[in-house]
């Protein structure tokens, strides 16, 4: 039998479905939102989880179409498509085909509002909203037949939830970030900036670039850019100043100098100027790394270098290296760089440096305990919370050069006050010291053991030289703590060592205390 009412036939026979189902359809009584039916799907159930941790039912809005004949696509309003493409619900247009001549149904067609139908409404929202255009319900989308899913009747139900379930279950966390990214490939904000009469192209180029903060603009106005089309209202107009950064490129900083014979790498950021036709003389680059700045003229291939470092910040191991390194290459007044991206060289020369860095002894006393601990403790043996500043190093310079010595020289010259002899003994033997620094909560303590010939005497009384031959073993350890916290971790460590040298004299000593056996 023909169908009269076609429409009514329509929602009719998706009502059906879903009883049919045991979905639950509730049909919109004002349709005003772009929706005919809320559909909801019966709760599942977890083999295993309780109830009170199930997941809710799967719920969805339908529109329902019906066309006769021919048919190329949907023509739906825009108020509705922005409905549908807005709400966090999944959204399906259903369209039922049917027949010219008999009318009878001839086939079903499903579009599920996702990345393309969601991407489309919102460009021709843009579009309108660029014309200053907010009568939705007179504009109208058309999706075509061949972009939806031919199905038969007894399985609509079916794919309207496997659609959904396809992206569950965080099916709104999808639907959102495609809300959100959809369209902004290009820069999200674009906008018009007249600066303030005296702002020079040069200082707009040193703000990009960073080595300005902010410049004076006029009038200035920015617009949220969506498909590459600017919004018709502004995000922001009016007067005042301005920040802007160029984006920069990853790449790696090489810095040396021949007088201090020392070449560090450091991992940078590249800003060049965003500005079309800059004048060559005003071409200029800057690469910022940690503890360094460079900034580079493509003019006249200078550079300056800045050090950023402070005496009172505390820096880790590593850290404190670099900054090390730095200060002995920047001392000699002038240093090398290369920038490479990659194989590639980006940029490099040599320039002066714009902060004059004298080396004092005390700094060089660092720079050789510093080495020392990085040769001689392994990176797992540091403490995760060691830090020390240039300050903590400056102020420590004597007992650190006395470890250093004690550690490192090949041979020492030194004297012994002997008040009593038990045992004359002439031959080989050990002395076998540690020495301690004391910084802020950590304390730095080596294990030093060295050959010595011995030549005591009974009759020995008062000061005798010593002679400290090579070094045959070295030990070096960082502890958290004060050094009355420590010690007795420290004393244990060294009875143990002595006590695994048999058959020889050893004498033990240390900046804490002095003894022999």
Known sequence: ????????????????????????????????????????????????????????????????????????????????????????????????LYESKDRDLKSVHVLHFWESEIARTLKRLRELDAKQKRALQRYFITFRLKDMISVQRDALISLLESSINSHTPTYSDKKRRILEGVGFDKAPVVGNIDFAEGVTLEEIIDMQIGLLDRVAAARFTARSQRFGIAAGNPLFEGAGEISMRSHPRDCKLFVSSEASGREISLPSLLYGP???????????????????????????????FTGQWKGDVPYSLSEISTVLDLMHIFASGNANFRLMAGQDLIFGGSGPVTQSFEVHPYFKIADAFVKLLNQTVKPHDVPTEFRITLEDLAGRAQSIAEFNALAT???IAASCKITRIDLAYKGPGHVFYYWVV???????????????????????????????????????????GSLEETQKTIIDEVEKRAAELKDVPILILSNLERRAR
């Open 1 to 96: 039998m023909p169908v009269k009412k076609i429409p009514r036939h329509a929602e009719a026979t998706f009502e059906t479905l879903c009883a049919g189902s045991g979905v639950t359809c509730n049909k919109a009584t004002e349709d005003e939102r772009g929706w005919d039916y809320f559909v909801q799907f019966p709760r599942g159930s977890v083999p295993g989880l309780p109830l009170d941790m199930a997941p809710s039912a799967e719920k969805c809005l339908v529109q329902v179409k019906s066309a006769v004949g021919s048919f190329r696509g949907v023509r739906v309003k825009l108020s509705n498509a922005s409905e549908f493409a807005l709400t966090d619900l999944p959204a399906f247009i259903v369209l039922f």
């Open 274 to 304: 965003a500005l079309p036709r800059i004048p060559l003389e005003l071409m200029k680059f800057r690469a910022v790394a940690p503890f360094v700045e460079v900034v580079c003229s493509a003019a006249t291939s200078s550079m300056e």
């Open 409 to 411: 020289k090949e041979t």
């Open 438 to 480: 004391e910084l802020p909560k950590f304390i730095v303590y080596a294990l030093v053991r060295r050959k010595m010939d011995f030549s005591l005497d009974l009759e020995m009384k008062g000061k005798t030289p010593l002679s400290l031959g090579a070094v045959e073993n070295i030990r070096v350890r960082i502890l958290r």
